[in-house]
């Protein structure tokens, strides 16, 4: 079964601090690892995203790092604001098609809040 | 642009009743994909879509059905609603496999 762990399941951090959120896989056929930011009462929206042929993508204050031996990525937000307070999601999918191998894998998510 | 949209927002079901959540997209997508969200469980693929006419079962797909007459809709329908359906439903499209799924604001389904 295709599964993506992610952890912690909630996650406090002081405003200005570095929230590291953690995600590892099994399916070595994943190709594309996104992170998607949803907020109360809204769809998930997509925050930044990496595919394995690079170890680190940076954009803006949101960081991945990937570890393809490892079968595990992380998302880290710089300088975190009391706006990024939100519910975080990793997820993956590879290019094989049918079998239901179509669509996001998506881990349980983590509650991140930023205290002011 | 919309992007995706669904209807309706919120919806509370009697068991055994069945209901029809709807999607559309206004982005030509040709992939398009339902979701639902339990708390503390991530989001599971109930059905998915590579183009109009084609529909195929994601990894919990008992209880629903989908189709898909045009690219720009993919509904899904709830028959004989159960308490087990109390979730939040997500619709998302993509232009094609392994980029960025957009994703609706989500229906938030009741079954009492």
């Known amino acids: 079964q295709q599964q993506v762990k992610q952890s912690p399941q909630s996650l406090i951090v002081q405003k200005g601090g570095i929230p590291i959120i953690n995600c590892a896989y099994e399916?070595?056929?994943?190709?594309?690892f996104p992170w998607y930011q949803q907020f109360p009462g809204k769809g998930p929206a997509l925050l930044i995203a990496i595919r394995p042929d690079v170890s680190e993508k940076k954009e803006g204050r949101f960081t991945i790092s990937f570890n393809k031996s490892a079968k595990q990525f992380s998302l880290h937000i710089m300088d975190s604001q009391p706006g990024d307070s939100a519910t975080y999601f990793c997820a993956a999918s590879s290019p094989q098609t049918g079998g239901g191998a179509d669509g996001l894998t998506f881990g349980k998510g983590t509650h991140l809040i930023i205290q002011p | 642009n919309a992007g995706v949209t669904q209807t309706p927002k919120f919806r509370i079901l009697k068991i055994g009743q069945s209901m029809t959540l709807q999607c559309t997209q206004d982005?030509?997508?040709?992939?398009m994909y339902w979701y639902r969200q339990d708390p503390g469980m991530g989001l599971k693929l109930i059905y998915y879509s590579v183009g109009a006419g084609i529909t195929d079962k994601g990894e919990v797909p008992n209880g629903y059905n989908v189709s898909r007459s045009t690219t720009e809709d993919f509904p899904l329908r709830l028959e004989l609603a159960a308490p087990s359906q109390t979730s939040v439903y997500f619709c998302?499209?993509?232009?094609?496999?392994?980029?960025?799924?957009?994703f609706g604001q989500g229906t938030r389904l009741t079954v009492v």
């Open positions: 399916n070595t056929a994943f190709d594309y």
């Open positions: 982005m030509n997508h040709n992939y």
């Open positions: 998302a499209s993509t232009p094609r496999l392994n980029t960025e799924a957009f």
